[in-house]
């Protein structure tokens, strides 16, 4: 299989890609995390441009250029906020990764990085969350034709060993 999937640890603004994906809000105006991250790398003209946009629903995907930013473009897309699981986040976490990869391919992306969405303020548990991301790009990324390689994220170390570990029992 010449595709690949695979875990980074690291700051996703340094990454040259061709697209890396924002946890961004419905806003998409910029907020702390790693939306806060990619808008303070990208400079003021990636604000103009999502000012542009109209805000997004939770788990729809929207795409700018990249700007400053070593990635070519920022597929942003709003994660869902955690409440009890029983809230329809599983399908909003899930439609966040499917959504933001049928954009990649729409724009014939090679080379697409994930940040964790929902994760960090958003309060997605660990591992249900890597579950998600994981298993959705999996089942999905054959059926991409300009999409080669997917990466993976990550900024702690906690984070990083549920990566491993999803990996490990998907058979990856
Ligand atoms: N590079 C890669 N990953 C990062 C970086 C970085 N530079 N910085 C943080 N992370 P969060 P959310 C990881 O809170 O939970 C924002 O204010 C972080 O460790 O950024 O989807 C938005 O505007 C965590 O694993 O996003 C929204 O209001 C993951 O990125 C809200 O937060 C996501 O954490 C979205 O919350």
Redesign the pocket.
């Known amino acids: 299989m010449d595709k690949k999937m695979r875990i980074w640890q690291?700051?996703?603004?340094t990454l040259k890609v061709d697209a890396i994906v924002n946890?961004?809000?419905k806003s998409l105006l910029?907020?702390?995390?790693?939306?806060?991250?990619i808008h303070k790398a990208a400079g003021p003209e990636l604000l103009q441009a999502t000012k542009k946009l109209g805000g997004a629903e939770t788990g729809e995907a929207k795409i700018t250029k990249g700007y400053k930013l070593p990635a070519h473009f920022v597929i942003h897309t709003v994660?869902p906020v955690y409440k009890d699981g029983k809230s329809g986040e599983a399908q909003l976490l899930e439609d966040c990764y499917k959504n933001a990869l049928v954009l990649a391919e729409k724009h014939h992306l090679e080379t697409v990085a994930f940040?964790?969405?929902?994760?960090?303020?958003?309060?997605?548990p660990l591992t249900e969350a890597t579950k998600i991301a994981v298993s959705t790009i999996k089942n999905r990324l054959l059926d991409m034709k300009s999409i080669k390689e997917v990466i993976f994220?990550?900024?702690?170390d906690s984070?990083k060993e549920v990566y491993e570990k999803t990996f490990e029992h998907l058979g990856i």
């Open positions: 690291g700051d996703i603004t946890a961004a809000n910029g907020g702390g995390g790693v939306d806060g991250a994660g940040s964790a969405i929902s994760t960090g303020v958003y309060g997605y994220v990550v900024f702690d984070l």
